[in-house]
């Protein structure tokens, strides 16, 4: 099987960057902070603050997630329920965020991610891919841009889905994911040792897939 990993901060093309890649080398694609986000969604919806670490843990058990793959696109299901749509508001994002820094949690989503690589060739989006969950990818690919850049993106992306904000306060929420994503104790954000840098702050959307697509085949194109 082949993995290929895609780490980086929120915004930096990843998603929309990496589907695109795999669909082209004919991989599954698996974004990973869906099931983060899920995590997230669920904890609002019991009532519980996603910074509170007992009280997010004790909702673990009663929670089933699985990624289902329908023409190449994933869903996600929160217990039987498409929350595909549901987990991409800017709400649920920040409680991803905060539930993503409990060890609890990132142990409760490891093996599902593993299992995933383990039947699939997959190209996995997510923070600590090439860290933690695949440290064993063929491919590592840390892909970038800047804050203003990252932010400007996800700010069209709400207001092309009707969510009201403001720039700026996109701009800070995605200066403070960065920060927590990148400051927690359980594997925070980090380039792993043996991943390519991408910097996709002035490229176009189809200049930065054909880079990580000359990436990942100048590594595996053979084996692919
Ligand atoms: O990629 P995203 O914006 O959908 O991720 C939502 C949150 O989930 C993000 O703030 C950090 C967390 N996350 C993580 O900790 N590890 C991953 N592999 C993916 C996401």
Same mark, same amino acid.
């Given at each position: 099987m082949i993995a290929v990993a895609i780490d980086g901060p929120s915004g930096a093309g990843k998603s929309t960057i990496a589907r695109a890649v795999a669909n082209a080398l004919g991989y599954l694609y698996i974004d990973t902070g869906a099931l983060y986000r899920s995590v997230g969604l669920y904890a609002l919806r019991s009532g519980a603050d996603p910074h509170d670490r007992e009280k997010v843990k004790a909702l673990l058990p009663g929670l089933t997630l699985s990624l289902r793959h329908v023409e190449g696109v994933q869903r996600v299901f929160l217990n039987g329920e498409d929350v595909s749509e549901a987990i991409r508001t800017p709400e649920v994002s920040r409680a991803s965020s905060a539930v993503s820094a409990h060890p609890e949690v990132r142990a409760f989503l490891l093996e599902t991610q593993r299992a995933l690589a383990r039947e699939h060739n997959v190209l996995m989006d997510g923070? %600590?891919?090439?860290?933690?969950?695949?440290? %064993?990818?063929q491919v590592k690919i840390f892909l970038t841009a800047s804050a203003e850049k990252r932010a400007e993106r996800r700010y069209k992306e709400y207001i092309e889905k009707g969510i009201e904000t403001s720039f700026e306060t996109v701009l800070q929420d995605v200066v403070k994911r960065d920060y927590d994503d990148s400051h927690r104790a359980a594997a925070p954000l980090k380039q792993a040792a043996d991943a390519v840098e991408l910097d996709t702050s002035e490229m176009t959307l189809a200049e930065s897939e054909e880079a990580v697509k000359a990436i990942v085949l100048a590594r595996c194109g053979q084996e692919g």
């Open positions: 923070r %600590d891919i090439g860290t933690v969950v695949l440290p %064993d990818a």
